[in-house]
């Protein structure tokens, strides 16, 4: 016989079952259809996207500007960008953050949480086997049913004196009726029943909802993963633009302290102009309140490093403090290379990884979509049982109380209220959103990255600028100061041009600090920095250790512990 079926989406199905021949063969038969049927899997297949950038994107770069560092497409960036400040402290600082840093374990520990999910995904595909027993103390209510049947009435009238029974011994029909009647009074007794067995089951996924399953899966774990880059990209730039702050910090201070000293001296020359009577008290207390409004600037620069330590230092996993031997003797903040590489616009879909995670997340989506579609189709299993059954625990071992069962289960969706086709919108639905957020996060990267080409080549403009403002500066206090001692400049002028070296340099070291920071926010923008330290996927396990609190991690068991292959290390050990 032979059961046309109709899905909810229009494919006609057949199930069936014909007579005749061995019950092997028959299930045999069925097997091999089920997984001739196993190739079909249902829903839109992934492509990857295109990235999206414009064919004349490059060309509308902005020209770099004269006298300023150049930037050149020829060739991607360095994925350890940071060894280009030529720094080793600022080297060393950066490998002990990606070894340490508490944000990054925990984007660790998701990429672990996302493979165990596929690998659950997948084991629904597999045999399901279970172990089983029990115990019941029962009344199995058999002489209720028999006397609903009439049964007991039909045990008396074989002991009838005209019981056809007797005409085969004269009390045949009595002895009859007494063992029907004992059989009832036995029937009725409470019982204990021993079970014993095992139970199978395998779902055959002829329409594909446990392999989109497994895809959507594992397009999740490569999102987890792309999550980890990203956030490891942030870390190290995080880790350079704090340290290039740290020294710009310390650089002001050096510039005050260095400024205090020449507001000291010129205090000092106009006391000793005042006791000879060629200068007025006016003038001194003029360079006591310049001397003044230049110290006052030393404690925002001290705490400007102090916050940038304790920021160093936290970025580092370790508690503020931790970093302030090691790094309060003042240093140069990193200078910028003579030319940075940044590669074609079109390679930022390979290098940034916030675009390859929202790949990732449509691919998830696209999967999503074909296994809301399979929950429209027939679901078959084949299921399988085998145990023994006894009222008495010693009989549990006599292959007389063996039973057994087999065969395939099928579960077609008739009526859900629209629940399935609701599904397969949200799931498209989803997918829609996916490829909306890639296209919104190319756009984004673009922009990122011309932003900071922008405020890497006009900052650098400026610093040049000021480096010139700086010069002429610095000659003109000089020239104002000779003139004052010589008597040939008022004490205003000296003034004026120490306000103004004091501005410029302040001015020069913030952009040169500045300048810093856009090209740390440009290889940012660009991607680099996570192509250096991929995760081994064998070395999970040491993270996951870590999450548990145990040695061990693997197959599953019934106290939810794991197998007895053992794992060491810490996420760490992950580069």
């Not at 086997?129 to 009344?139: E, I």
């Not at 799931?427 to 011309?450: C, E, F, G, M, P």
């Amino acid at each position: 016989m032979t059961i046309p079926l109709r899905s909810p989406l229009g494919a006609r199905l057949s199930c069936g079952a014909s007579g005749g021949g061995p019950r092997a063969a028959r299930l045999a038969a069925l097997t091999l259809a089920a997984f001739l049927c196993a190739a079909c899997t249902v829903g839109p297949d992934f492509k990857p996207p295109e990235a999206g950038a414009p064919d004349d994107y490059a060309d509308r770069q902005r020209a770099p500007l004269p006298q300023v560092a150049s930037v050149t497409e020829k060739t991607d960036p360095d994925p350890q960008w940071w060894h280009g400040f030529n720094d080793p402290v600022l080297d060393a600082l950066i490998d002990r953050a990606i070894a340490d840093n508490l944000t990054l374990r925990q984007a660790v520990l998701r990429i672990v949480a996302a493979r165990q999910q596929a690998r659950a995904a997948g084991a629904r595909g597999l045999p399901q086997v279970n172990g089983t027993g029990s115990y019941t103390y029962q009344k199995l209510g058999l002489k209720g049913i028999l006397e609903s049947r009439g049964i007991p009435g039909k045990i008396d009238r074989l002991g009838a004196p005209d019981s056809p029974l007797n005409d085969i011994a004269p009390d045949a029909g009595a002895q009859a009726s007494s063992a029907g009647k004992q059989f009832l009074e036995e029937a009725d007794k409470p019982v204990n029943l021993y079970t014993l067995g095992v139970d199978a089951s395998w779902e055959l996924d002829l329409f594909g909802r446990v392999r989109r399953g497994v895809e959507a899966a594992n397009a999740q774990t490569e999102s987890a993963m792309e999550d980890r880059n990203d956030a490891l990209v942030s870390l190290e730039a995080e880790v350079a633009r704090t340290y290039a702050m740290l020294r710009g910090a310390q650089l002001l201070d050096r510039i005050a302290r260095d400024e205090v000293r020449v507001a000291q001296d010129t205090l000092d020359l106009t006391r000793s102009r005042q006791r000879s009577g060629l200068a007025s008290q006016t003038d001194v207390e003029r360079a006591d309140a310049q001397l003044g409004a230049v110290a006052a600037q030393l404690p925002q620069f001290e705490q400007q490093a102090a916050q940038a330590l304790n920021a160093l230092a936290v970025l580092l996993g370790q508690p503020p403090g931790t970093l302030d031997a090691e790094l309060s003797t003042p240093g140069a903040v990193p200078p910028v290379p003579p030319a940075v590489p940044v590669g074609l616009p079109a390679s930022l879909a390979r290098r940034r990884p916030d675009i390859r995670r929202a790949e990732a997340d449509l691919h998830a989506a696209t999967a999503q979509v074909g296994e809301s579609i399979a929950e429209m189709f027939p679901d078959i299993s084949l299921t399988g049982q085998f145990g023994f059954r006894a009222t008495q625990a010693s009989y549990l071992t006599r292959w007389a109380s063996h039973f057994y069962s087999i065969g395939p289960q099928v579960s077609i969706p008739i009526f859900q209220g629209g629940a399935l086709r609701a599904q397969v919108a949200i799931a498209k639905a989803d997918q829609a959103a996916s490829v909306l957020n890639y296209r919104q996060t190319v756009l984004s990267a673009l922009r990122d990255v011309d932003d900071a080409l922008v405020r890497y080549r006009t900052d650098q403009a400026r610093q040049v600028t000021l480096q010139r403002v700086a010069d002429a500066n610095a000659r003109a206090f000089d020239l104002a100061r000779d003139g004052y001692r010589s008597g040939l400049n008022s004490f205003i002028d000296v003034l004026d041009t120490e306000r103004q070296l004091s501005d410029s340099r302040v001015q020069l070291a913030q952009q040169t600090v500045q300048v810093t920071t856009d090209l740390v926010a440009l290889y940012k923008a660009l991607g680099g920095g996570w192509q250096g330290h991929e995760i081994d996927p064998a070395r999970l396990g040491d993270a996951a250790a870590e999450a548990a609190g145990a040695g061990t991690a693997g197959t599953d068991r019934a106290d939810g512990g794991a197998s007895s292959q053992p794992v060491g290390g810490a996420v760490p050990a992950l580069r």
